[in-house]
Protein backbone atom coordinates (compact mmCIF):
# COMPACT_ATOMS: atom_id res chain seq x y z
CA UNK A 1 0.00 0.00 0.00
CA UNK A 2 1.49 3.56 -1.30
CA UNK A 3 1.92 6.13 2.00
CA UNK A 4 -1.06 8.40 1.84
CA UNK A 5 0.55 11.74 1.90
CA UNK A 6 -0.94 13.64 4.59
CA UNK A 7 -3.48 16.62 4.18
CA UNK A 8 -1.44 19.20 5.99
CA UNK A 9 2.07 18.22 4.90
CA UNK A 10 4.00 21.01 3.26
CA UNK A 11 7.04 20.47 0.76
CA UNK A 12 9.45 23.76 0.96
CA UNK A 13 11.27 22.75 -1.84
CA UNK A 14 7.99 23.52 -4.87
CA UNK A 15 6.51 27.01 -3.57
CA UNK A 16 4.08 27.13 -6.90
CA UNK A 17 0.67 28.55 -6.14
CA UNK A 18 -0.63 25.00 -8.31
CA UNK A 19 1.59 22.59 -6.26
CA UNK A 20 -0.74 20.16 -4.69
CA UNK A 21 1.25 19.32 -1.88
CA UNK A 22 1.46 22.98 -0.69
CA UNK A 23 -0.79 24.11 2.10
CA UNK A 24 -4.16 25.77 1.35
CA UNK A 25 -4.03 29.47 1.46
CA UNK A 26 -6.04 31.37 3.94
CA UNK A 27 -9.83 32.51 4.00
CA UNK A 28 -9.60 36.11 2.71
CA UNK A 29 -5.89 35.75 1.34
CA UNK A 30 -5.18 36.95 -2.21
CA UNK A 31 -2.08 36.42 -4.21
CA UNK A 32 -2.48 39.35 -6.72
CA UNK A 33 -2.42 41.52 -3.93
CA UNK A 34 0.17 40.01 -2.04
CA UNK A 35 2.61 41.23 -4.94
CA UNK A 36 3.58 44.44 -5.34
CA UNK A 37 4.24 45.41 -9.26
CA UNK A 38 7.47 46.06 -9.99
CA UNK A 39 8.69 50.31 -9.83
CA UNK A 40 10.71 51.68 -12.45
CA UNK A 41 14.34 52.32 -11.71
CA UNK A 42 14.42 55.96 -12.17
CA UNK A 43 11.33 56.10 -9.28
CA UNK A 44 13.77 53.76 -7.50
CA UNK A 45 16.75 55.92 -7.73
CA UNK A 46 14.86 58.99 -6.42
CA UNK A 47 13.15 57.55 -3.53
CA UNK A 48 17.00 55.99 -2.60
CA UNK A 49 18.69 59.74 -2.78
CA UNK A 50 15.95 61.09 -0.38
CA UNK A 51 15.33 58.34 2.02
CA UNK A 52 18.30 59.78 4.10
CA UNK A 53 16.97 63.41 4.52
CA UNK A 54 13.28 61.65 4.78
CA UNK A 55 14.41 59.57 7.72
CA UNK A 56 17.04 62.30 9.61
CA UNK A 57 13.95 64.93 9.27
CA UNK A 58 11.16 61.82 10.82
CA UNK A 59 13.94 61.68 13.91
CA UNK A 60 14.29 65.63 14.31
CA UNK A 61 10.35 65.56 14.67
CA UNK A 62 10.62 62.41 16.79
CA UNK A 63 13.17 64.15 19.61
CA UNK A 64 11.33 67.52 18.77
CA UNK A 65 7.85 65.65 20.00
CA UNK A 66 9.34 64.35 23.26
CA UNK A 67 9.47 66.74 25.45
CA UNK A 68 5.39 65.91 25.26
CA UNK A 69 6.02 62.83 27.62
CA UNK A 70 8.15 64.98 29.87
CA UNK A 71 5.09 67.18 30.63
CA UNK A 72 3.04 64.87 31.37
CA UNK A 73 5.23 63.59 33.69
CA UNK A 74 6.20 66.67 35.42
CA UNK A 75 2.36 68.23 35.45
CA UNK A 76 1.75 64.73 37.40
CA UNK A 77 4.16 65.02 40.12
CA UNK A 78 3.90 68.30 40.46
CA UNK A 79 -0.17 67.83 41.03
CA UNK A 80 0.77 64.83 43.36
CA UNK A 81 3.08 66.84 45.37
CA UNK A 82 0.32 68.88 46.79
CA UNK A 83 -0.79 72.30 47.04
CA UNK A 84 1.39 73.38 50.27
CA UNK A 85 5.01 74.92 50.81
CA UNK A 86 7.31 71.89 51.40
CA UNK A 87 10.65 70.97 50.23
CA UNK A 88 9.38 68.01 47.84
CA UNK A 89 6.79 69.94 45.94
CA UNK A 90 9.43 73.05 45.61
CA UNK A 91 11.74 70.99 44.61
CA UNK A 92 9.80 69.54 41.81
CA UNK A 93 8.83 72.62 40.85
CA UNK A 94 12.01 73.83 40.34
CA UNK A 95 13.03 71.22 38.70
CA UNK A 96 10.28 71.90 36.32
CA UNK A 97 11.92 75.15 35.64
CA UNK A 98 15.49 74.12 35.69
CA UNK A 99 15.05 71.40 32.92
CA UNK A 100 13.37 73.15 30.32
CA UNK A 101 15.80 75.73 30.70
CA UNK A 102 18.25 74.12 30.08
CA UNK A 103 16.78 71.45 26.96
CA UNK A 104 16.41 75.12 25.57
CA UNK A 105 20.16 75.78 25.79
CA UNK A 106 21.25 72.76 24.59
CA UNK A 107 18.79 72.11 21.85
CA UNK A 108 21.48 72.97 19.31
CA UNK A 109 23.20 70.10 20.22
CA UNK A 110 20.27 67.81 20.32
CA UNK A 111 19.82 68.90 16.59
CA UNK A 112 22.81 68.64 15.80
CA UNK A 113 23.21 64.70 14.11
CA UNK A 114 20.34 65.47 12.21
CA UNK A 115 21.55 68.96 10.34
CA UNK A 116 23.49 68.55 7.25
CA UNK A 117 23.40 70.84 4.09
CA UNK A 118 20.04 69.37 2.78
CA UNK A 119 17.63 68.48 6.12
CA UNK A 120 16.64 71.76 7.93
CA UNK A 121 15.47 70.99 11.17
CA UNK A 122 14.48 74.75 12.43
CA UNK A 123 11.05 73.85 12.82
CA UNK A 124 11.65 70.76 14.84
CA UNK A 125 13.91 72.52 16.95
CA UNK A 126 11.23 75.61 17.45
CA UNK A 127 8.51 72.66 18.16
CA UNK A 128 11.15 71.48 20.71
CA UNK A 129 11.72 74.70 22.33
CA UNK A 130 8.17 75.61 22.12
CA UNK A 131 7.02 72.63 24.40
CA UNK A 132 9.53 72.78 26.82
CA UNK A 133 7.92 76.18 27.30
CA UNK A 134 5.18 74.60 27.61
CA UNK A 135 6.60 72.95 30.86
CA UNK A 136 8.38 75.68 32.02
CA UNK A 137 4.92 77.28 32.07
CA UNK A 138 2.98 74.67 33.84
CA UNK A 139 6.23 74.71 36.49
CA UNK A 140 5.50 78.59 36.67
CA UNK A 141 1.85 78.23 37.30
CA UNK A 142 1.93 75.55 39.99
CA UNK A 143 5.16 77.94 41.99
CA UNK A 144 1.87 80.88 41.60
CA UNK A 145 -0.35 78.46 43.36
CA UNK A 146 2.21 77.71 46.16
CA UNK A 147 2.18 81.34 46.46
CA UNK A 148 5.95 81.93 45.97
CA UNK A 149 5.38 84.17 42.81
CA UNK A 150 5.23 87.93 43.46
CA UNK A 151 2.44 88.82 41.80
CA UNK A 152 0.47 91.12 44.20
CA UNK A 153 1.59 95.26 45.12
CA UNK A 154 1.85 93.88 48.68
CA UNK A 155 4.77 91.44 47.93
CA UNK A 156 6.91 94.59 46.95
CA UNK A 157 5.55 96.58 49.98
CA UNK A 158 9.56 96.02 51.77
CA UNK A 159 11.63 97.50 49.05
CA UNK A 160 9.26 100.95 49.24
CA UNK A 161 10.34 103.83 51.36
CA UNK A 162 8.83 104.84 54.16
CA UNK A 163 6.45 107.97 53.68
CA UNK A 164 7.33 111.22 55.59
CA UNK A 165 4.55 112.12 58.59
CA UNK A 166 1.87 114.01 57.59
CA UNK A 167 1.05 114.78 61.10
CA UNK A 168 2.92 115.32 64.34
CA UNK A 169 1.60 114.36 67.94
CA UNK A 170 3.49 116.30 70.73
CA UNK A 171 1.07 115.58 73.66
CA UNK A 172 -0.19 117.48 76.00
CA UNK A 173 2.64 120.14 75.99
CA UNK A 174 1.86 123.31 74.28
CA UNK A 175 4.16 124.19 71.35
CA UNK A 176 4.80 128.03 71.79
Not at 1 to 7: D, F, N, S, V
Not at 65 to 89: E, Y
Not at 97 to 125: E, H, N, Y
Not at 127 to 150: D, E, R, T, V
Request: with cysteine; hydrophobic share 45%.
Amino acid sequence: MAAKARKWALDFGDTGPSSSRSAPEPLGYNRQHAIEPAEDSSAVGKKDKNAPDMFKLTKAWEVAGSPLKQIGMMAFMMWMSGSTVQIFSIMMTFTGIWQPMQAIRGSAQIFLPFKDARTDVLLPRLAFCGLQLLGMGIALWKLNSLGLLPTSASDWTSSLAVPPNAEFSGGGFPLS
